[in-house]
């Protein structure tokens, strides 16, 4: 289980987090929506481990983040950020070979090759595994790193819970690309202990997909829990000024928003 | 799949070396046979008195070749490190002012050596050289403003590298203004960089530096790998990016200061030998390092051996051919349409 517990964290007079608690379980679906500067990048960065200045808590199965080394974060923690460069000619299967890093300390054993070679097929990128990383299209290369976020957590049958952070995962893939990457999360979220975040922008895939939503509003969560309960009108109208038609089904459950 | 692909290229290198090595020795000022290389090892073994082209091949120019092998491959696993560092392909090992500093330490020597009565001996000059580059680099580290937050912290460091640079080199700059001529001459002399003070003993020191910090560079190749996508991903990966920073800013002023000290300042090399690999053989650090070492040998033994034949039996400065030769190596690298960087 993630948890952060009264979350604050300002850059001098500016707060981007304004004393945020919450709890995400695993085996579900964990987004988080809100408007552009809602503090959902800051979030992600403080639940990874990458920001130092906040006051509050984060933990990792109930240990602080704080006391752990960075290694020992990153065999069971995977984090896909919003944009990845790399600075020098490398392979495809160079760089899912990244995600295995934590895992061996010289060279990769045989297992770490097996692992990232299901990575590969997993995403469809066997025909690319030579090819320079450079020149590969925004969608292609969000499917590397895919791989290899997935290659770094891959489920070997360990018994520690794995977590995966995913900032903006759909930015760059097509309509198809965005459909198969949410069903694969799904998939891999019957092993019931992954516990998967996501910050999505597409509140129609979050409604589709999410177990649990977190709205921020301001640096704030301003509502979470079942999309019944945080996509409300109100709530829709507060966090992104717009005043879309909620369509439900029979059962008052919410299917799409008409935007 | 990580390891197959590099084993061909290393013994072509290192087949290379070897020739280079034979070359060089071979031909200088005197030209020595292989007879007389055969009858000279001979003799040593053996503890019999040498002729001159024997002494010659045994205490001149074997030792320079040897020093040629090794320096190079120092300035080229250094270049492979700082651009593995800075995530940067423009990156010379002497960016971080070690070469700066080591130039000003040499400067110092030259001109305040007699009135400070320093020791006249011939560990005097490297030392001095050495300790100018590892406190210049020190400065630059611990100048450097520690951006917290920043995208990608070396930038502080590489441009805090540019501004003690330029201290250190007007400081050269001023000790050249105030020295004798002959005094002048030896600065200038000593900026362009020459291997002729190569002897077994300089072999022995920078060998032993240069082979413990290329392993120890092999052992942060993983980690300066994870880097090449970013710092914050780095640690994501579980990369200590304090640790790793630091390890190889000390692996590099001590490999890099080292053979400086005994060759003098060598540009180009360190920048153009790491280039050449990752077009061929791609970033992976490991294998750069490997080759690196390697072609670094080769390269700089080419050079020394143009700087000895060119205006033959007058001597060239190696700084003025791998220059002169680099550059425009660097220049066609870089306008390949096929090199991404």
Not at chain 2, 48 to 72: K, Q, S
Not at chain 2, 212 to 222: G, M, R
Not at chain 2, 263 to 271: D, K, R
């Amino acid at each position: 289980m993630l948890t952060a517990q009264h979350i604050t964290y300002s850059i001098g007079e500016k707060t981007l987090l304004n004393d945020v608690s919450l709890a995400f379980e695993p085996g579900q679906m964990n987004l988080i929506i809100g408007a552009n500067g809602a503090g959902k990048s800051t979030l992600m960065r403080v639940l990874s481990g990458l920001c130092a200045g906040y006051t509050g808590e984060v933990l990792y199965d109930r240990r602080n983040i704080r006391l752990m080394k960075e290694n020992e974060l990153a065999v069971n923690r995977a984090v896909l950020s919003q944009q990845v460069e790399v600075a020098f000619p490398m392979s495809v299967g160079d760089v899912v070979m990244m995600g295995r890093y934590p895992h061996f300390s010289q060279m990769p054993s045989k297992a770490d090759r097996q692992i990232c070679h299901d990575a590969i097929r997993l995403f469809e990128l066997e025909k690319l595994t030579n090819r320079n990383y450079m020149t590969l299209s925004g969608g292609e290369k969000q499917r590397v790193h895919f791989a290899r976020v997935c290659a770094q957590i891959w489920d070997t049958g360990q018994q520690a819970c794995r977590y995966l952070l995913l900032d903006e995962p759909l930015t760059f893939l097509d309509i198809h690309y965005q459909l198969d990457l949410m069903e694969k999360l799904s998939l891999m979220l019957r092993n019931n202990r992954l516990v998967v975040l996501g910050v999505l922008h597409d509140l129609n895939l979050a409604i589709k997909y999410a177990h649990h939503i977190l709205l921020l509003h301001e640096g704030r969560i301003i509502a979470q829990g079942t999309k019944k309960e945080v996509l409300t009108a109100e709530n829709i109208k507060t966090a992104f000024r717009i005043e879309p038609k909620i369509v439900t089904d029979e059962m008052k459950e919410i299917i799409y928003l008409l935007i | 799949m990580l390891n197959n692909r590099y084993i061909k290229s290393e013994w072509l290198l290192i087949l290379a070396l070897l020739t280079a090595l034979l070359v060089s020795v071979r031909f200088g000022a005197v030209d020595i046979n292989n007879d007389e290389i055969f009858s000279a090892l001979k003799k040593t073994f053996a503890g019999d008195t040498l002729t001159l082209n024997e002494r010659i091949f045994m205490h001149i120019r074997l030792p320079r070749a040897v020093l040629c092998v090794i320096a190079g491959a120092a300035l080229a696993v250094g270049g492979v490190l700082m651009q593995g560092l800075f995530r940067n392909p423009i990156v010379e090992p002497g960016l971080v002012g070690t070469s700066s500093g080591a130039a000003f330490g040499a400067a110092f020597y030259f001109v305040m050596g007699s009135v400070l009565k320093l020791s006249t001996g011939q560990w005097t000059l490297p030392v001095a050289a050495c300790a100018g580059g590892m406190v210049s680099t020190a400065l630059v580290y611990l100048l450097a403003p520690q951006g917290n937050g920043s995208k990608n912290s070396a930038v502080p460091l590489l441009l805090t590298g540019i501004a003690v640079n330029a201290v250190f080199l007007s400081g050269v700059g001023f000790l050249s203004y105030i020295a004798r001529d002959p005094q002048a001459r030896s600065i200038t002399f000593w900026s362009l960089g020459s291997l002729s003070g190569a002897s077994w003993d300089v072999c022995l020191i920078v060998a032993i530096s240069t082979l413990t910090c290329c392993l120890a560079a092999l052992y942060f190749a993983k980690q300066l790998n994870a880097l090449a996508i970013g710092e914050d991903e780095a640690m994501l990966l579980g990369v200590n990016l304090n640790r790793l920073k630091v390890s190889v800013l000390v692996i590099n002023v001590v490999m890099v200061a080292v053979a400086t000290a005994f060759t003098g300042i060598i540009s180009f090399v360190g920048l153009i030998v790491p280039h050449l690999l990752r077009l061929v053989k791609g970033a992976d650090n490991r294998s750069l390092i490997i080759h690196a070492a390697l072609l670094g040998g080769v390269v700089l033994s080419i050079a020394d051996l143009t700087a000895r034949m060119l205006l033959r039996p007058v001597e060239l400065p190696i700084g003025i051919v791998t220059s002169i030769i680099g550059a425009p190596v660097f220049i066609y690298l870089l306008r390949r349409k096929s090199y991404y960087f």
